[in-house]
C-alpha cells in the first residue's frame, strides 16, 4: 500500500511569491492535515480537509489556504511568501470522521520550502 | 502557551536497556494519544496510540502509558535496539467537537548506543 505521497520534496522560491504544495492521501483515507515544522519549533497544525471542505485551521495567517480535491488529494498554496516561511510543510492523511474517527494520522515526508 | 511538553530534548540508553520518554500535557480535552517516530529526511512514522479511557496500551516492543489525574503519558521501548535512535514526537488530539488537529510536542532525540 502506497503511503502518503507529497510533491516536490523541495521548492526554493523568492519573498512575494507564490507556492503550491501537492498531497496524496493513503487510499481509503479521506482526512488531509497539513503541518509546518518551522527550524527549532515542533510540528504546527495548518488546515484540514475532509470530504472536500476546510473543517478546522491553525493560527496562521489567510495568505495560507489550500483545497481538496474530488480524488481527496490536497493543494496547500501560500502567497506573499516571506522569509519565515522557510519550513518543512507536512502532509498527513487519516480515515474521516464517524464511527471509526479515533484513527491515527500518516505522514508524508514533506515538502521542504526554502525562501530566499 | 505550549499544551503537550517534552521537557527532555535528548535521552541516551544502552543497546538492551529500556527508553523511557516522558509527555506532559495541559489541555483537559485531549483525549487520544500518539507517539511519532521521525528519521532526518523523513516525514514522521506512527508508532502507538492511547485513547483516555485506557491507561496502557503495549505493541511488541512500545508500551505507552497514561495517567490522566497527572496529565502525563511515557512511552516504554524493551528492549533499547540501535535503529531506535530518531526524534520521538509526543502529540494529542481532543475529538470532543469533532477537532481532529494533533498538538505536538516539540520532541525527543533518542540515541541508543550500541
Known amino acids: 500500500e502506497a503511503g502518503v505521497t507529497q510533491s516536490p520534496t523541495h521548492l526554493i522560491k523568492t519573498r512575494g511569491q507564490q507556492a503550491t504544495l501537492r498531497c496524496s492521501p493513503i487510499?481509503?483515507?479521506?482526512?488531509v492535515y497539513w503541518y509546518q515544522q518551522a527550524l527549532g519549533l515542533g510540528l504546527q497544525f495548518l488546515l484540514w480537509?475532509?470530504?472536500?471542505?476546510?473543517?478546522n485551521r491553525g493560527n496562521f495567517p489567510p495568505r495560507f489556504s489550500g483545497r481538496q480535491f474530488p480524488n481527496y488529494s490536497s493543494e496547500l498554496n501560500v502567497n506573499a511568501l516571506e522569509l519565515e516561511d522557510s519550513a518543512l510543510y507536512l502532509c498527513?492523511?487519516?480515515?474521516?470522521?464517524?464511527?471509526?474517527?479515533?484513527?491515527?494520522?500518516?505522514f508524508g515526508d514533506g515538502t521542504r520550502l526554502s525562501i530566499l | 502557551d505550549q499544551q503537550v511538553k517534552q521537557n527532555s530534548p535528548s535521552l541516551s540508553v544502552q543497546e538492551g536497556r529500556i527508553s523511557i520518554l516522558n509527555c506532559d500535557y495541559t489541555n483537559s480535552m485531549f483525549d487520544y494519544f500518539l507517539w511519532y517516530k521521525k528519521y532526518p529526511a523523513e516525514g514522521p512514522t506512527f508508532l502507538i496510540s492511547?485513547?483516555?479511557?485506557?491507561d496502557k496500551n503495549e505493541d511488541g516492543r512500545f508500551t505507552v502509558f497514561l495517567n490522566k489525574s497527572a496529565k502525563h503519558l511515557s512511552l516504554h521501548i524493551v528492549p533499547s535496539q540501535p535503529g531506535d535512535s530518531a526524534v520521538y514526537f509526543c502529540?494529542?488530539?481532543?475529538?470532543?467537537?469533532?477537532?481532529?488537529?494533533?498538538?505536538f510536542g516539540k520532541g525527543i532525540t533518542l540515541s541508543v548506543r550500541p
Open positions: 487510499s481509503g483515507h479521506t482526512s
Open positions: 492511547i485513547s483516555s479511557i485506557k
Open positions: 480537509y475532509d470530504e472536500g471542505e476546510e473543517r
Open positions: 498527513a492523511s487519516s480515515v474521516g470522521q464517524g464511527p471509526h474517527r479515533i484513527q491515527p494520522q500518516h
Open positions: 502529540a494529542a488530539s481532543a475529538y470532543a467537537g469533532a477537532n481532529s488537529k494533533l498538538t
